[in-house]
């Protein structure tokens, strides 16, 4: 059981006496150096946002490979079976000679073993993607704002209000714009 | 470097501009190119109605026009995946502003292949005839068989393509919606499935666009070679080569990137994409075509060696035909298109004048139009047999349906380029960061 008083996490925020303060910044250094200021004061970034791709904030997040990459793999494996099952399969249900060729004649059966590995690791690759990006998403993210889609990255930060002070101040030291607090 | 002056901010709003609602002459054109199209479809529909007589398909020559717009348009895709997935995988920095327009291509031109084998089957209902499915025929596709493969992989071809162009679009429809009102903001919000650009979206999403990448790059190789092979596996003297995979490959990068100068010049201008779009593009877009076209060049002069180093006398006689014959007047065109007029390249100066590059990109693909039609009507017109010889003439149907399929690409990615972006916000911005790097590292090593 939460200690009492203690903030709990609802929805990805955090209720009672919890803050949500939201660093907004130009650069993405600053931005990555922020999340590194951050964890050397004992406090951690519940989700930064970025307008691209930033190799400087993941790395400062200390983020580990997505699991997509297994979704891709076993998607690919199953194609490749599957592609090898239908050929093989249909050919010897529905056997045809032509031009002397074996019933189940594998070099041409590869091609569309191959295709369908790539068919099916796609599509499993981008189902995974949809999985564990969450996605489609119809409710609000706290903290986003629509400058991070254009040219801000932003660093949000639950704490309790009694630590809202110490956060901004190591958001603004770390170069942040703009610093917002909202309960939540 | 690419784009000097630009900051992030300056990318959305010049990507973003391009999103305002069209004017009249824009609608003017898309409705001339819908009424090329309607043109196509009434000329269809009469090919339906009468049968496939209508055409000048006539033995020995039963693949002509629709089959030459076929693998026409499936080189032409290639190059979209070559700039958007090849050049990603290689982290090719000048790609990012061009990568959006050549893979949209790509789809465009995905689509318009897949039409013409559908309108040369004639009965073009019974298509799903190729895909095998549960049915009370008892018979099923022969996967022996190279139509069967094309079946397959023009099919995987475009759905991939499609989710590829998709995926990358995600984060670019989520900044449009956050700048865009009424339906526009609705539309652009479904397609963006709620991203907001977190640590953890990104993510996901790199693995997933690297990967995607990764499957595309044997894809694209695959499938341009299996559409080779609907050639080279049979036995008609011009088509049984062993080079035809990578001719056929190297051919569609050629066209393809060709196709992508025809296109983004005039867009540059009329979208006001000058600062995405600069002659440092270009360079490197006409480069490959240069490197393209010597390989197509050995491929041709590869080919001919071998029709004279084989002895063979009916593949001799099939290119003495293809210099001299009735089409010898299109391969000659072909080699100047293809071989001759692409050496210009090597000039750097016409490398960044846009307005020869597009002339020479208009060379390029007529000379690439021609090279797969010099290859495939005019093999089958010259065959084994004197007796089987004949010449082949398209109908007014079949031109009308080749203008069509022109048509049909063209109203397709024109409007994208004005309700999708066309340029990749995202991918802009990280080769803006790089030159930032860049010039960070170089001020660090001068002081």
């Known amino acids: 059981?939460?200690?009492?008083?203690?903030?709990?996490?609802?929805?990805?925020?955090?209720?009672?006496?919890?803050?949500?303060?939201?660093?907004?910044?130009?650069?993405?250094?600053?931005?990555?150096?922020?999340?590194?200021?951050?964890?050397?004061?004992?406090?951690d970034a519940a989700r930064v946002f970025s307008p691209f791709a930033s190799e400087k904030v993941a790395e400062a997040l200390g983020v580990r490979r997505s699991p997509v990459r297994f979704w891709v793999l076993l998607g690919g494996l199953a194609g490749c079976a599957g592609g090898f099952a239908l050929t093989i399969g249909l050919s010897t249900l529905y056997p045809h000679r032509t031009a002397g060729m074996p019933i189940v004649s594998l070099p041409p059966f590869v091609i569309i073993a191959f295709e369908l590995t790539i068919l099916c690791g796609a599509l499993s690759g981008v189902l995974g993607f949809l999985v564990h990006g969450r996605l489609p998403r119809a409710a609000p993210v706290p903290g986003y704002r629509v400058e991070f889609t254009n040219d801000r990255f932003g660093v949000v930060v639950v704490c309790t209000a009694a630590e809202v002070a110490r956060v901004d101040g190591v958001l603004r030291v770390a170069g942040a714009r703009e610093v917002t607090h909202e309960s939540a | 470097m690419a784009t000097p002056e630009l900051g992030y901010s300056d990318v959305n709003r010049m990507v973003l501009k391009t999103l305002a609602p069209p004017g009249r002459r824009y609608w003017l054109g898309v409705a001339c190119l819908a009424a090329i199209v309607g043109a196509g479809f009434v000329a269809w529909l009469h090919q339906v109605r009468t049968g496939l007589g209508v055409t000048g398909l006539r033995q020995p020559v039963m693949w002509a026009f629709y089959i030459t717009n076929f693998v026409f348009w499936v080189g032409i895709a290639h190059s979209g995946t070559l700039i958007?997935?090849?050049?990603?995988?290689?982290?090719?920095?000048?790609?990012?502003?061009?990568?959006?327009?050549?893979?949209?291509?790509?789809?465009?031109?995905?689509?318009?292949?897949?039409?013409?084998?559908?309108?040369?089957?004639?009965r073009s209902w019974f298509f799903y005839w190729l895909l095998p499915y549960p049915n009370q025929r008892g018979l099923q596709p022969d996967f022996r068989s190279p139509l069967v493969w094309d079946a397959f992989a023009v099919g995987t071809y475009f759905i991939v393509s499609w989710t590829f162009l998709l995926m990358g679009l995600i984060p670019d429809v989520a900044a449009a919606r956050d700048a865009a009102t009424?339906?526009?903001?609705?539309?652009?919000?479904?397609?963006?499935?709620?991203?907001?650009?977190?640590?953890?979206?990104?993510?996901?999403?790199?693995?997933?666009?690297?990967?995607?990448?990764?499957?595309?790059?044997?894809?694209?190789?695959?499938?341009?070679?299996?559409?080779?092979?609907?050639?080279?596996?049979?036995?008609?003297?011009?088509?049984?080569?062993?080079?035809?995979?990578?001719?056929?490959?190297?051919?569609?990068?050629?066209?393809?990137?060709?196709?992508?100068?025809?296109?983004?010049?005039?867009?540059?201008?009329?979208?006001?994409?000058?600062?995405?779009?600069?002659?440092?593009?270009?360079?490197?877009?006409?480069?490959?075509?240069?490197?393209?076209?010597?390989?197509?060049?050995?491929?041709?002069?590869?080919?001919?060696?071998?029709?004279?180093?084989?002895a063979n006398p009916f593949e001799y006689e099939t290119f003495n035909q293809r210099y001299w014959g009735p089409y010898g007047w299109l391969f000659w065109l072909m080699v100047t298109c293809n071989c001759v007029i692409p050496l210009l390249l090597f000039s750097p100066r016409l490398r960044r004048n846009l307005v020869a590059l597009f002339v020479i990109s208009i060379f390029i693909n007529i000379g690439m139009w021609v090279?797969?039609?010099?290859?495939?009507?005019?093999?089958?017109?010259?065959?084994?047999?004197?007796?089987?010889?004949?010449?082949?003439?398209?109908?007014?149907?079949?031109?009308?349906?080749?203008?069509a399929g022109f048509a049909w690409f063209l109203m397709w990615f024109v409007l994208f380029s004005r309700f999708l972006p066309i340029v990749s916000m995202t991918e802009v911005k990280e080769g803006i960061r790089w030159q930032r790097q860049a010039r960070r590292e170089e001020r660090g090593g001068a002081s």
């Open chain 2, 84 to 122: 958007s997935a090849i050049l990603f995988l290689f982290r090719t920095r000048w790609r990012t502003s061009v990568y959006r327009a050549a893979e949209t291509m790509t789809v465009f031109a995905v689509m318009t292949a897949g039409l013409f084998p559908l309108i040369h089957l004639g």
């Open chain 1, 1 to 43: 059981m939460a200690t009492p008083g203690a903030p709990r996490r609802a929805g990805g925020c955090l209720v009672n006496d919890a803050a949500q303060v939201t660093g907004i910044f130009a650069e993405e250094e600053a931005c990555a150096g922020a999340i590194v200021a951050l964890r050397a004061a004992g406090l």
């Open chain 2, 182 to 310: 009424g339906w526009r903001r609705r539309f652009y919000g479904f397609l963006a499935l709620g991203w907001r650009g977190t640590d953890e979206e990104w993510r996901h999403f790199s693995m997933v666009y690297l990967l995607l990448a990764g499957l595309a790059t044997p894809l694209v190789i695959s499938v341009h070679s299996v559409v080779s092979w609907d050639f080279a596996m049979t036995q008609v003297p011009g088509w049984h080569s062993t080079i035809f995979a990578p001719y056929f490959v190297a051919g569609a990068i050629f066209s393809g990137c060709a196709m992508v100068l025809t296109l983004l010049i005039p867009m540059r201008r009329m979208l006001g994409l000058e600062g995405a779009l600069t002659p440092w593009h270009f360079d490197n877009l006409a480069k490959i075509i240069l490197g393209m076209s010597l390989v197509v060049s050995y491929a041709y002069v590869s080919e001919s060696f071998m029709a004279w180093y084989s």
């Open chain 2, 371 to 403: 090279e797969r039609f010099v290859i495939i009507a005019g093999s089958l017109a010259t065959n084994t047999m004197p007796s089987q010889w004949g010449v082949y003439k398209p109908s007014p149907v079949e031109l009308t349906i080749t203008a």
